[in-house]
């Protein structure tokens, strides 16, 4: 799987869009983007996945440059809820599921 | 939909006990996954099993742990002669056969002293 670069930190302020970019320079063609998050003391909860098309659901939507080389995570009202650590994660998806690869996120601090 | 259960949520023992830890999964989800994260670090992938069988180990699964899952539903993994080393959340996710999502659960922290 390819190798993801996040800011190990970031600060939003509340009500105010949280935009969490991802660098995934050496994705491959049949790689996906994935982004979960994991909220202080509980386990990573999926957000949501793209292969190169913009993806939108109710938690956030997923920016994919043309050439994917890159990615953003946008939540477009945060709440201090939304304080966590961001992962995204490239990873091929075959048939089934294959385990995931997190790399050490983003610390999102959601601020009043 | 219950979600992910883990026992225990903590688990404090001394260095060359056994300790076992139990994942339910959520039902019908064929696939099972064990991680393990420690402080300031994403979780790594240990193991995972489709129904009852497993089918990938990672090198970080040394012989001292071992995974079962017997009739394709629950999970456990026993750690045995534990070493500080092994202090660490222990996560367990599962995942329907044709999904993209893992779900996680809450997680099991072990102490190691």
């Known amino acids: 799987d390819a190798k993801t670069t996040q800011p190990t930190s970031m600060d939003c302020a509340e009500g105010r869009a949280a935009n969490l970019p991802c660098n995934h320079s050496?994705?491959?063609?049949?790689?996906?983007v994935y982004w979960y998050r994991q909220i202080h003391s509980q386990g990573p909860q999926y957000i949501i996945h793209g292969l190169k098309n913009n993806e939108t659901n109710e938690m956030a939507s997923l920016i994919i440059t043309e050439d994917r080389k890159s990615s953003t995570l946008i939540l477009p009202h945060a709440t201090l809820r939304d304080t966590a650590v961001y992962y995204c994660?490239?990873?091929?998806?075959?048939?089934?599921?294959?385990?995931?690869?997190f790399g050490k996120g983003t610390r999102l601090s959601v601020i009043a | 939909d219950t979600g992910v259960s883990q026992n225990p949520r903590h688990k404090i023992t001394k260095r060359g006990q056994n300790v076992t830890f139990r994942c339910d999964p959520i039902s019908e989800h064929n696939r099972l996954y064990w991680y393990r994260q420690t402080l300031g670090q994403g979780p790594e992938f240990l193991t995972y099993f489709q129904n009852e069988a497993q089918l990938e180990k990672s090198r970080l699964l040394s012989d001292r742990f071992s995974a079962e899952r017997p009739k394709g539903s629950f999970s456990t993994l026993e750690i045995q002669r534990t070493e500080q080393g092994d202090s660490a959340m222990y996560l367990c996710?599962?995942?329907?056969?044709?999904?993209?999502?893992?779900?996680f659960g809450p997680g099991t922290r072990l102490t190691v002293l």
């Open positions: 996710a599962s995942s329907p056969g044709t999904g993209n999502e893992q779900f």
């Open positions: 050496t994705i491959s063609g049949n790689e996906y």
């Open positions: 994660i490239v990873r091929v998806l075959v048939s089934g599921n294959t385990p995931l690869v």
